[in-house]
């Protein structure tokens, strides 16, 4: 055999050892199954060496990457996750039939999705899963209830794209008439004011306008409404939680993230039709603050423009239709009222939905002392039940 063709086996030979070992018997099994057998594919056809060099280095490489992004542990945190998310993906697509697709949790150092595809042979198709970042290590003490609504809002970017294009086409007809408006002000502006108009108008644009990739701020409203839709106030606490800390810039132009200060008056406003104003108040307190805030005195003179009210507005109108189109569940005080009534009577949150209202309810309603032993409680619980439907 040449030394070439030997050195691309004993690497994908390498590779294949480290996948069999890694997810032989983990949660993760049915993966390492398909990965195993791309690999395998990959190097029967390098030993008789068709394989160009440089594609099986490009599948090794991409395999070597693909595995650094999943997880390596699989302890009682990793399974909690992984059930609670399969949990809510039920919940929000039990009344739609959407197709449910596979969700990965993955310690990190915050929230996030990402989408992963597989490694696959040249001429194949490419399956992927959602990989949600969880904040924490694989540790069950890093669980904390009270962050969990932000699992709805990464799970609302696919929940967002099986709705095909209805968010981007009502978005987009919005940002096209602002856009065009400010365009036709500046035909008499001649200059560097012209260019500077220009600039504006593309930055505006560049951050509002909604793309496959999601990394803009019309879609990253549309999931925190998808999160206040389907969370309720859970959702506006676990935002609030955020927004507070000292060294939050409400003011932060970013690409994938639109400003706080956007996103707590996108919450304000949808609160209104969802019934939930009563607790935004402490929005309304952060926003004054942060008007009064050094903050303020730094903002980008491109910030006035990007922060149009009327694209706050037209993000919210059409993430509330989406939601509607895709039939997610709405919580309402009803559904908080029995969830009260299961607390009163300790009974056990339903996984998913249900536990992360709960959550917010027990924590509301008395000291953190008797929330951290009923979340303790709540989470050992469930555990409890994952593990005796295993076996």
Known sequence: MPRRSRDREDRLGQLLTQVERRFQNSPLEAIGRMLTGTLTEIRESALSNPTPDEAVT????????FLRLLPS???ERFTFDFNILSALVADCTQLSELPQSNYVPRPSSGWGHQIVRMPAAAGRSTPFFD?????GEDNLSDVNLLEY????????HELLKKQGDGFRIAFSKSLDEVANGLQRQTLALQGSAKEIAAETIAGIRRFWTPTDDHFNWAHEIAVDIVALWTCGPAYIAALHDVMERPETNPYQLDQDHPPYELRAKALIEAA????????????????DAWTKSHWARGRANLYAACADTRLVTSSVEAALDACRSLLLPCCTPTILDSIRAKLSDQELPDLGLELITAAWLHRNGGTEEAYLEWEGNAIRGHLDII????H
């Open 131 to 135: 990989l949600i970042h969880v904040p």
């Open 387 to 390: 593990k005796a439907l295993d």
């Open 73 to 75: 542990t699989f302890g």
């Open 272 to 287: 209104i039709p969802l019934g939930w104003s009563y607790y935004t108040g402490e929005y309304h307190n952060l926003l």
């Open 149 to 156: 609504p932000f699992a709805c809002h990464e799970l609302g």
């Open 58 to 65: 490009r599948i090794a490489d991409y395999t070597s990457v």
